[in-house]
């Protein structure tokens, strides 16, 4: 089974449950056909959260690119314990948030590199469920030169689509083949 860690970094208790569920509900959907996989998120450890809520909140992070974050997270936060992949909901005025726009354009609501994904649009289910697929080697299916544009796999209401939501996703199947090899651990 593969495992992914999450974090909710200064946010009330009620987000910290919503998410929970959230990733509940996905977990349940994954293990279901037609994705099969066998994948769990686990709250982070209370001795780890503290090491990465320091790293994450250092003004020397809110001045370095994401890729140095993530770098410094892995070096002061995994000798406690397995912590990666690692999924961080924070406000969009964190310094987080702010480090992941300045990364790409088209991270509005969120944002991943290399093991690190950082939620910022924490209303809406079907783009947390969309960064926490990349914890897993998913990739989105989108032009990044046209991310409004259609899905650039066999499912035009795929779910790693540009700005998923409850109008753009219908009902299920919302998982294309590439989504569902890459999470059995077979690649894209």
Not at 6 to 22: E, F, K, P, T
Not at 161 to 177: H, K, M, W
């Amino acid at each position: 089974m593969r495992t992914a860690y999450w974090h909710c970094l200064d946010l009330d208790a009620s987000r910290w449950d919503q998410v929970g569920r959230w990733l509940e509900e996905l977990t349940e959907m994954l293990a279901s056909p037609p994705a099969m996989a066998e994948v769990a998120f686990c709250r982070l450890a209370a001795s780890a959260a503290e090491i990465a809520e320091a790293v994450l909140q250092s003004p020397v992070t809110a001045s370095e690119p994401f890729r140095a974050t993530v770098m410094l997270l892995r070096q002061k936060v995994a000798p406690l314990g397995r912590c990666m992949p690692m999924m961080v909901c924070c406000r969009p005025d964190s310094i987080p948030a702010r480090t992941a726009r300045c990364e790409s354009l088209l991270a509005q609501w969120g944002y991943c590199c290399l093991g690190l994904s950082v939620l910022y649009k924490l209303d809406n289910k079907w783009i947390l469920w969309h960064e926490a697929l990349h914890l897993f080697g998913v990739n989105d299916c989108y032009d990044n030169d046209n991310p409004q544009g259609p899905t650039i796999c066999e499912l035009p209401h795929c779910l790693m689509q540009y700005a998923p939501s409850d109008a753009t996703i219908g009902a299920e199947p919302f998982l294309c083949s590439r989504t569902i090899k890459a999470l059995r651990g077979r690649g894209t």
